[in-house]
């Protein structure tokens, strides 16, 4: 009879082993395929890169951030506007004070109106949003066949998969696969939305220097620019990382301690054995007596 | 008699947290409720902070909301904690629902529909407060859920427009939504008041589905403590989420500014909203979709008729029961799955099974204790 119910309890538990591992077979399956047919919705799914940032507790690479801003101020600013970055966010993330003074004062703002009622031009101040170079998003267009370069501000959030998205889209171009006609205006890339894309290759070995002498190839630009623009969507990353290690370090023992306690408030209610004997007669044995 | 039995307000306090006679045997899914009212405060104060620094202009709402997340001090942690706080929000909203059905707490008519009436209201609230950040997806949103009420008959065009304050979604739609986010929270405050109330004039149902009144044990140190315990649990995994991964709860198009004459290729609502999302497309007909959806929700007032009458409640003493139970919780993962891929075949076909399925199971559920009490009474 024992080894009936044994073999009753060990089918059963065999019969749920194998239900949970075909479920989680089964859903695992789905959610691979859900993702193939969003990639084949949206272009080409970009690799998964190790971005430093992505660390559990690691924050930016700051000297990528400070090439990466070389790259934008060089490269990339020349079509698009990063309209929510102000110069003083790059003070001690990428440049020092008296660096991020001297690049704001490269630019000339428009401010105003002066005593006279008239607008006038000066140098950027640590205050100033760095520059866009459209008046507006007509102009944009205008100069661009009809496409708007996107503001990169917060692009590595605004895109799924962001900064993968990004690196791969930027050393993505390609030629268009035999029997492909190539497109007006348009340049081949498998990871942009339908695969044509306005902007063209901007991206080359050596297309800038770097000041620190990093040697500038395309995908090392790539890798920089993209590191910068995911510091431009989350400025507030490193901050939000070191509160996480200090979360980390000090629920631990708290929960530890606390679950210590709890446990000890309910040992006497756990530890009830409520005996029920009915034929019983006694004193020392009457019904539903409880002994701790 | 002690003070804190005399007085006229402590007592209150006294006999909700202190002396109230629980159950001895609850178990952990006795918590999303306490967890529940500890969201809701986090919900409140977060909320309200950031309202401090938020404006409800179309044209500078996007702007401000990125203002506060990256120049205002610690601005981004409340925003990430209001964010991630609706997802977990939601989270302990389906355990609480799926425990009550589970266990069958709704014998306890006044405490169920109030609470229903709670989640409606928290589904509205939610809505709102998504729409706030003007991005494409908030936009969007707002577009297709408010269109949903031009399926009414005769008065559906109309009410739409009553609703936007204009002819398109716009700023009158933004300043209002914003409003009515503010302050139905308070509203949700009130009626979780009277649900603690209604629940501590009945008591505590437990996991054994039976009456605990020879076993009960004062609330305060055992439960207290308990929920303290959890509360500590819950505040590590939600810091932990929050810091981590709380931007992977945010749709990408809504880092971009709203724009009218731009559709977003999908548009999908958040992770809670999906099962209820895919009933609505599933029904081949406007106003079918949107009386599916209602009731994907409204369906649950159902299982509060008669049930003071029921022996059998929940589904501990049924196999079958619990089988039904189950599969509703599968139908309402695929479905969530579902209203996040694109409404095409063979996805809608699925969803339409599911649709069905859903509202059997759930009808079903309803109707077993009370074909269980009528069987055992006859016998």
Not at chain 1, 36 to 55: I, M, Q
Not at chain 2, 6 to 15: D, E, F, G
Not at chain 2, 68 to 95: E, K, M, P
Not at chain 2, 348 to 353: F, N, R
Request: proline share 5%; net charge neutral; charged share 15%.
């Amino acid at each position: 009879m024992f080894k009936l119910f044994t073999s009753k309890k060990v089918a059963k538990n065999l019969a749920i082993g194998l239900a949970s591992a075909s479920t989680a077979t089964g859903l695992g399956l789905a959610l691979a395929l859900n993702v193939d047919l969003f990639a084949s919705d949206h272009g080409c799914y970009p690799a998964k890169y190790p971005w430093f940032h992505e660390g559990m507790f690691n924050t930016f690479d700051h000297a990528s951030v400070r090439r990466g801003y070389e790259v934008y101020k060089q490269v990339c600013a020349a079509c698009h506007s990063m309209k929510y970055t102000y110069y003083r966010h790059l003070v001690n993330v990428s440049h020092t004070e008296e660096e991020a003074k001297a690049e704001a004062a490269e630019s000339m703002v428009t401010d105003g109106p002066n005593e006279e009622g008239n607008m006038f031009q000066r140098p950027g101040k640590l205050s100033d949003l760095f520059p866009s170079p459209y008046p507006n998003d007509e102009a944009a267009k205008a100069a661009n066949g009809g496409a708007l370069p996107p503001d990169l501000s917060l692009i590595a959030f605004a895109r799924n998969n962001g900064t993968n998205y990004i690196f791969s889209l930027l050393t993505g171009y390609q030629d268009p696969p035999a029997g492909v006609e190539t497109k007006e205006g348009l340049h081949y890339n498998p990871y942009f939305n339908g695969g044509w894309i306005a902007m063209a290759k901007a991206l080359y070995d050596e297309v800038i220097e770097y000041s620190d002498g990093t040697p500038a190839t395309a995908s090392q630009l790539a890798k920089d620019v993209t590191e910068f623009l995911r510091w431009s969507a989350e400025k507030s990353h490193d901050e939000k990382k070191k509160l996480l290690l200090k979360t980390m370090l000090i629920f631990p023992p708290i929960l530890a301690l606390f679950y210590v306690y709890k446990r000890r408030v309910f040992t006497v209610l756990k530890s009830r054995k409520i005996v029920f004997n009915p034929n019983a007669t006694g004193k020392s044995t009457g019904s539903g007596s409880a002994h701790h | 008699m002690t003070f804190r039995k005399s007085h006229p307000l402590i007592k209150i306090v006294n006999s909700t947290l202190v002396d109230l006679p629980s159950p001895a045997n609850l178990s952990v899914n006795w918590n999303y409720g306490s967890l529940l009212g500890l969201v809701l405060v986090i919900q409140l104060v977060s909320g309200i902070v950031l309202a401090t620094r938020f404006s409800g202009h179309s044209d500078i709402s996007f702007d401000s909301v990125i203002s506060i997340y990256q120049d205002s001090n610690y601005g981004w942690l409340l925003r990430l904690v209001h964010s991630t706080g609706a997802s977990f929000f939601f989270l302990f909203i389906y355990l609480h629902i799926g425990r009550g059905l589970y266990y069958g707490s709704y014998i306890y008519p006044e405490v169920w529909n109030i609470g229903v009436l709670i989640y409606l209201i928290l589904m509205g609230t939610a809505f709102l407060g998504y729409v706030l950040p003007w991005g494409q997806m908030s936009y969007w949103a707002a577009t297709v859920i408010t269109n949903l009420l031009s399926a009414i008959p005769w008065l559906g065009s109309i009410l739409v427009e009553w609703v936007w304050g204009g002819f398109a979604v716009g700023n009158p739609t933004l300043t209002r939504f914003f409003a009515l986010h503010y302050l139905l929270p308070f509203v949700v405050t009130a009626l979780v008041i009277l649900h603690i109330f209604y629940l501590h004039l009945y008591g505590s149902s437990n996991p054994l589905g039976v009456s605990s009144n020879t076993n009960k044990v004062s609330f305060h140190y055992y439960y207290s403590v308990k929920d303290l315990y959890v509360y500590f649990v819950f505040f590590f995994i939600f810091m932990f989420f929050t810091l981590k991964y709380g931007y992977s709860f945010m749709d990408a198009e809504n880092f971009i500014p709203a724009n009218p004459l731009v559709t977003p290729t999908h548009i999908q609502p958040e992770w809670y909203f999906l099962f209820a999302y895919a009933i609505l497309r599933s029904i081949p007909n406007k106003l079918g979709g949107v009386l599916g959806l209602v009731l994907a929700v409204m369906v649950l007032f159902l299982f509060s008729i008669s049930s003071t009458q029921l022996l059998f409640s929940g589904t501990i003493y049924s196999p079958l029961a619990r089988l039904t139970f189950w599969s509703l919780v599968s139908v309402f993962f695929l479905l969530t799955w579902l209203g996040s891929c694109p409404a095409e075949s063979p996805y809608t076909e699925v969803a339409l099974a599911s649709t069905i399925a859903y509202f059997s199971l759930m009808v079903i559920m309803c109707v077993w204790p009370h074909v269980s009490t009528y069987l055992y009474l006859k016998s």
